[in-house]
């Protein structure tokens, strides 16, 4: 089975400085890794994926993540954090060997990230 | 750019009535999915589907039924609502082709059901 880990609730992070929202995850096989974020009122979407490659990706307004196999961690970055920048964040995994199983996206419980100005 | 399209953003049913959740995509994906959101549980899987007709469960199929009868159209059917069905249901489609956008999902605005 595959699980997803986001340990904070909550993340509070001045205006202008850097942030990070932590992921850890579990899969049997390789893993598709995600992340998702959601607007207030909003339907969720898309930031970022890690499939294969560069261990360090780029994705949408600025974010990265880093995938660090050892570890089995995707932790979603950012060097200057903007109010704007406030909502929940999603970490979602995708054991893309599990066979049936490959199709289905396990999402984390999410973290509520709070830029500050 | 995908376009998933919830039929209704708000609805209000009572216990024991039998509610349909309607779920439109316009690219083609041959996945469709259903999650639900409640605040500290994150999204659940209750459905999903790789093709017509074709459905499995998720982690929370209980107490839903889904219908697949036409590629971009994937319903969510609560047979009997009860109030711990009370819940934001999002839609999701995906295909897992080699074309660009490829594996990632892209949801609908959400379906606020309350069950009184």
């Known amino acids: 089975a595959q699980s997803v880990a986001q340990p904070e609730d909550q993340v509070n992070v001045a205006e202008g400085n850097p942030l990070t929202v932590k992921c850890t995850y579990s899969?049997?096989?390789?893993?598709?890794l995600f992340w998702y974020v959601q607007y207030p009122n909003r339907g969720l979407q898309f930031l970022l994926k890690?499939?294969?490659?560069?261990?360090l990706v780029k994705g949408s307004y600025g974010f990265e993540a880093e995938f660090n196999k050892s570890q089995t961690s995707f932790h979603l970055k950012k060097p200057t954090a903007l109010v704007s920048d406030s909502a929940l964040y999603f970490c979602?995994?995708?054991?893309?060997?599990?066979?049936?199983?490959?199709?289905?996206?396990?999402f984390g419980k999410g973290t509520k990230l709070s830029v500050i100005p | 750019d995908v376009k998933v399209t919830q039929s209704s953003r708000y609805l209000v049913k009572r216990t024991g009535e039998k509610v349909f959740l309607e779920c439109v995509q316009d690219?083609?994906?041959?996945?469709m999915f259903w999650y639900r959101q409640d605040p500290g549980l994150g999204l659940r899987l209750i459905y999903f589907?790789?093709?017509?007709?074709?459905?499995e469960k998720g982690d929370i199929p209980e107490g839903y039924s889904v219908s697949r009868e036409k590629k971009e159209r994937f319903s969510l059917i609560l047979e009997s609502a009860s109030t711990n069905q009370t819940s934001m249901y999002l839609c999701?489609?995906?295909?897992?082709?080699?074309?660009?956008?490829?594996?990632?999902?892209?949801f609908g605005a959400g379906s606020r059901l309350t069950v009184l």
């Open positions: 979602a995994v995708r054991d893309w060997n599990s066979g049936a199983g490959s199709y289905q996206l396990t």
């Open positions: 899969v049997s096989g390789n893993p598709y």
């Open positions: 690219m083609d994906h041959e996945n």
């Open positions: 999701a489609s995906r295909t897992d082709s080699d074309l660009p956008g490829a594996n990632v999902l892209t």
């Open positions: 890690y499939i294969t490659g560069d261990n």
């Open positions: 589907s790789y093709d017509v007709k074709m459905k």
